[in-house]
Every structure is written in structure tokens, then in C-alpha cells.
């Protein structure tokens, strides 16, 4: 069984920092590419990172510059570190990866970002 633990989110004023962690279990973490999600009030969920096997990444452009996505295999650990946080980043952001074909995601964090 598959399941996606997402912890850190919280409440933090604009410029500040926060760190994402997502725990995978049930999978062959090492193997698998790892996203981050975000979704805020009234809006579509987007892509916000992305993080092969390998350990390439893939950011969307509003974020680029500001967050870092990062994995430790040895912990099933995939974090996003949130720096320069605005406003505009208020979401709930969801962990997510695929498995045979299914995608598979966590209960979500919240973030808000506000003074």
C-alpha cells in the first residue's frame, strides 16, 4: 500500500522560509519520481517541483529561484525548501508520485504566507 506523508506546512510572514517533508511508503522510493502539487483557494492544482531517480529537477516558473526540491533515498524522504515565500504561495501543498500506472497522493500542508 502506498501512502504519502506531507508535514511542515504552517503559518510564516512574506520573505520568510519554510521546509517541506513528504515520507513515502510502500514503494521502491529510490526509483520513483517525486512532485510537489500545490492548490490554492479557488484554483487548479499546479506542479511546483519535480525530482527524478536521478536527481533531476523541474521547477514551474514562479517558483524558480526560490524553491528547492531535494530527496533523501536512504530517509524515503522528498522535501521542498520554500525561501522568499509571497503571498501568492498560500496553498495546500500535496505530495504526489505514480505507481503502476496509478498516481498516488498525500493528505496535504498547509501554507499560508501572510504579515
Known amino acids: 500500500q502506498v501512502q504519502l506523508v506531507e508535514s511542515g506546512g504552517g503559518l510564516v510572514q512574506p520573505g520568510g522560509s519554510l521546509r517541506l517533508s513528504c515520507v513515502a511508503s510502500?514503494?521502491?522510493?529510490?526509483?520513483?519520481?517525486m512532485v510537489w502539487y500545490r492548490q490554492a483557494p479557488g484554483k487548479q492544482r499546479e506542479l511546483v517541483a519535480s525530482i527524478t531517480s536521478g536527481g533531476s529537477t523541474n521547477y514551474a516558473d514562479s517558483v524558480k529561484g526560490r524553491f528547492t526540491i531535494s530527496r533523501d533515498n536512504a530517509k524515503n524522504t522528498v522535501y521542498l525548501q520554500m525561501n522568499s515565500l509571497k503571498p501568492e504561495d498560500t496553498a495546500v501543498y500535496y505530495c504526489?508520485?505514480?505507481?503502476?500506472?496509478?498516481?498516488?497522493w498525500g493528505q496535504g500542508t498547509q501554507v499560508t504566507v501572510s504579515s
Open positions: 504526489n508520485t505514480r505507481f503502476r500506472g496509478d498516481g498516488y
Open positions: 510502500g514503494i521502491i522510493f529510490s526509483i520513483h519520481t
